[in-house]
């Protein structure tokens, strides 16, 4: 399969700890990258695939991986967090990318 | 600063075509493998298609294969989506992205496509 499912819709009180997770087939062979996108703006890397946060990610962010499933986790939820996220991976072939439907976090 | 600027969206009639840009500044450009990802309306994102730095290696979405065109020209530093037989379907933000492998770190603000009569 090269789908990747993640909830529709998290929701986290302020300060508190939540994990989003993506699942699908394709992550036994690879890891889940992560995309944070507020309403109006482009996505923005928050997690590569190697679990690495990009220079100016806050460190609550963190990623891992396993078996068929990928997680987010955010350490201390913040306001300014409430965004959709999508993961994405290699599908099953290694040739394509494949991204989650995303999960809206309400914080 | 590193800078990417998507152009050439806009209103389209079905079975039209256009061609999209992307303008890239404050990288190598060349070094790097490109790649276009859309958004319908309230939907999540989809991967369109991806092009290497030296446009040796072309891939697309399954779905999509045959109607659209990734293309780059390095010496403009430009990456470009020829889209032809356009649906309602294709009806996106249309966004280019850099990164290789899944891992794409700065993106564009992307272009708005509609298909409609």
């Known amino acids: 399969s090269s789908e990747l499912t993640q909830d529709p819709a998290v929701s986290v009180a302020l300060g508190q700890t939540v994990r989003i997770t993506c699942q699908g087939d394709?992550?036994?062979?690879?890891?889940a990258s992560w995309y944070q996108q507020k309403p109006g703006q482009a996505p923005v890397l928050v997690i590569d695939?190697?679990?690495n946060r990009p220079s100016g990610i806050p460190d609550r962010f963190s990623g891992s991986n396993s078996g068929y499933t990928a997680s987010l986790t955010i350490t201390g939820a913040q306001a300014e967090d409430e965004a959709d996220y999508h993961c994405?991976?290699?599908?099953?072939?290694?040739?394509?990318?494949?991204f989650g439907g995303g999960t809206k976090l309400t914080v | 600063e590193l800078q990417l600027v998507e152009s050439g969206g806009g209103l389209v009639k079905p079975g039209g075509s256009l061609r999209l840009s992307c303008a890239a500044s404050g990288f190598t450009f060349s070094d790097y493998t490109m790649n276009w990802v859309r958004q319908a309306p309230g939907q999540g994102l989809e991967w369109v298609s991806s092009i290497s730095g030296g446009s040796d290696f072309i891939y697309y979405a399954d779905s999509l294969k045959g109607r659209f065109t990734i293309s780059r020209d390095n010496a403009k530093n430009s990456l470009y989506l020829e889209i032809n037989s356009l649906r309602d379907e294709d009806t996106a933000v249309y966004y280019c992205?850099?990164?290789?492998?899944?891992?794409?770190?700065?993106w564009g603000q992307g272009t708005l496509v509609t298909v409609s009569s």
């Open positions: 992205a850099r990164g290789s492998a899944y891992d794409y770190d700065h």
């Open positions: 994405a991976s290699r599908d099953s072939s290694g040739n394509y990318v494949v």
């Open positions: 695939h190697r679990t």
């Open positions: 394709s992550l036994r062979s690879y890891y």
